[in-house]
Structures are given as structure tokens and as C-alpha cells.
């Protein structure tokens, strides 16, 4: 009997113990869980560098992002070079930068190898117009007339309705999406006269150029019209009876207009991701419109 008792006993305690401890580890697990929740907000820093290269017309405001991004990430260095679209094309495809900026496709400037590497980011629109010295009196230029220009079968500013001066032709390099731009959509695929023509491989030299050249003609993209200091000394001529406009390009009533892409080999990731994001985002939209670019978001004609 006092064995039995005596087990009793110690069953009795060892259960009072083991509902103590679970009691317990109980507690101690709802402590942890209402003191110490995930934490859903924190922020990853953005560092590192990265280089972008290519486009001419999209490079003022490629710099003006890159500004502006690293004064909101200040450990990360954007650094943003021209060269022309082909060169940012073939930079991106080499694995040279991380971003190739380009006013075409990557399919018009690589082989088909080369293009299949790079993914494509559209950020903006940008149109493009021919403009002229100002002493050149003519207004506005047909289709049928710009391809006569700059294939070289016109060869006086008479011929096409202004005084009798003698037409100087400005091309840009064969890299520059610019004018591939432009021989695509405003001369119809036609090839620009070669050795009688002068070749800038800038915007802003091709507007010093035209401005130093009576009879001059070349051309030059919204984004650098927009400024009313760049326009000095020169002549946007209309395209077929209409003005390049952000409205008229969004329209699609306005045709000399091509996308902006920032190519990457391979997906967009880390820094490269953010400032693209930064690019196409909210937040930068009024100024890709200040500097004379149109926003994907609102183009209603498209390629």
C-alpha cells in the first residue's frame, strides 16, 4: 500500500511539472510573437554604379534622371555617356555598360544574335523634325520634298517654293538612331546623299553647323527644340502642313517620332532596375514633359 501511495505521489508531481513547463513555453511563444512582429517596411539601400550609353536625343534626359535619382539614393553613381544609339546597342550587348539607350529597336542596329541578348525598357517618346537656317524661307516640307533634299535630286531651295540659294545638307553618322529615325519614317527608307553632304555626330553641332550654313537643313529632335536657346538662329519646318507638337505626336498626326528604350543584357536587376523604374515612374513624369519628351502613358499612336 505505501508503495502504491508513494507512486502516486510521484506521478502526481511529475505532471504537475510538465503542465507547469508547457504553461510556459506557452507563454513564452505569445510573448515573442506580440512583442517582435515582421518587419515589412524596411527600406533596401540602393548603391553601387552603373554606366548608360547611346543615344544622343535621349541623353539630356537620361542625365537629368541620373541626377535626380542619386540626389534621392546618394550612394549610387549613375553615369550617363552619348555616343549614338548603334554604340549604346552594341556597349549594352558586350556586356561594356549596363544601359543602351537607343531611338530604335535593337533588331535595326544587331544582328539577330545580338539583338536576342537585350531586353527592351521604353521610356519615353521623343519626335524629330528637319529644321533650317533662318534665312532659308520656306515653312514647310512634304514627304515627297524631303526625300528629294536629302537623297540630293533637289538641289536649290527654288525648287521647293523659297529664294534661289543652293541646299546644304547636314546628315548625322550612320550609328545614330537619330537618322535612322528619320530615313525610316520621314524619307520613306531612302538612303541620304553621301559625299556632297556634311555628317555632325551631335545635336548640339548640327545646330551650330546650321546656324553658321545659309541654305542649311538637317534635323534635330523635341528634345533639343524645346529649348527656346537651342532654336535661335533656326527654322522648324512642318511636316506635310503639320507642327511637331507633343500633342500632335501622341496623336499620331505628327509621324517622325520614334520610342526611347534603355536596353540591358538580360533582365533589369538591382540598381540597373531602380533607376529604369525611376525613369518610367510617377515621380519623373513632369520632367520627361518639361524637356520635351512625351511619356509612354500618354501616346495613343504606336509602332
Known amino acids: 500500500m505505501k508503495n502504491k501511495s508513494l ?4 506521478s502526481a508531481v511529475i505532471l504537475t511539472v510538465m503542465v507547469g513547463a508547457l504553461a510556459g513555453c506557452s507563454s513564452s511563444t505569445s510573448s ?7 518587419d515589412t517596411t524596411t527600406k533596401v539601400e540602393i548603391t553601387g ?18 541626377k535626380l ?8 553613381t549613375v553615369t550617363v555617356q552619348g555616343g549614338g544609339s548603334g554604340t549604346g546597342l552594341k556597349d549594352s550587348a558586350a556586356g561594356n555598360v549596363q544601359i543602351g539607350n537607343s531611338d530604335v529597336f535593337a533588331e ?6 545580338q539583338a536576342a541578348l537585350l531586353v527592351d525598357h521604353k521610356v519615353c517618346v521623343v519626335g524629330f523634325a528637319a529644321v533650317v537656317n533662318e534665312k532659308v524661307k520656306v515653312t514647310n516640307l512634304t514627304k ?9 535630286t533637289i538641289k536649290n531651295w527654288k525648287e521647293v517654293g523659297g529664294d534661289d540659294m543652293k541646299i546644304v545638307i547636314l546628315n548625322r553618322p550612320t ?12 524619307l520613306g527608307g531612302k538612303d541620304e546623299a553621301q559625299g556632297t553632304a556634311l555628317t555632325e555626330d551631335s545635336s548640339g553641332s548640327i545646330s551650330k553647323t546650321l546656324k553658321a550654313t545659309d541654305g542649311s537643313i538637317s534635323y534635330l529632335a523635341s528634345s533639343f527644340l524645346n529649348n527656346d536657346a537651342n532654336k535661335q538662329g533656326l527654322k522648324v519646318l512642318q511636316f506635310g502642313g503639320v507642327d511637331m507638337t507633343p500633342e500632335t505626336i501622341a496623336s499620331g498626326k505628327y509621324d517622325i517620332w520614334s ?21 518610367i515612374g510617377s515621380d519623373f513624369k513632369a520632367t520627361v514633359t518639361k524637356l520635351g519628351y512625351i511619356p509612354i502613358a500618354d501616346m495613343k499612336a504606336t509602332r
Open 7 to 10: 507512486k502516486s505521489i510521484i
Open 32 to 38: 515573442d510573437s506580440t512583442t517582435k512582429p515582421a
Open 49 to 66: 554604379s552603373i554606366t548608360a550609353s547611346g543615344s544622343t536625343a535621349l541623353q539630356p534626359l537620361a542625365e537629368e534622371a541620373a
Open 69 to 76: 535619382f542619386q540626389e534621392k539614393n546618394t550612394k549610387a
Open 108 to 113: 535595326e542596329k544587331l544582328p539577330a544574335d
Open 144 to 152: 515627297e520634298q524631303l526625300i528629294g533634299i536629302f537623297t540630293g
Open 175 to 186: 550609328s545614330s538612331g537619330t537618322r535612322a529615325t528619320f530615313k525610316k519614317y520621314a
Open 259 to 279: 520610342y526611347e528604350h534603355m536596353y540591358t543584357k538580360g533582365e533589369a536587376t538591382g540598381l540597373t532596375k531602380a533607376f529604369i523604374d525611376y525613369m
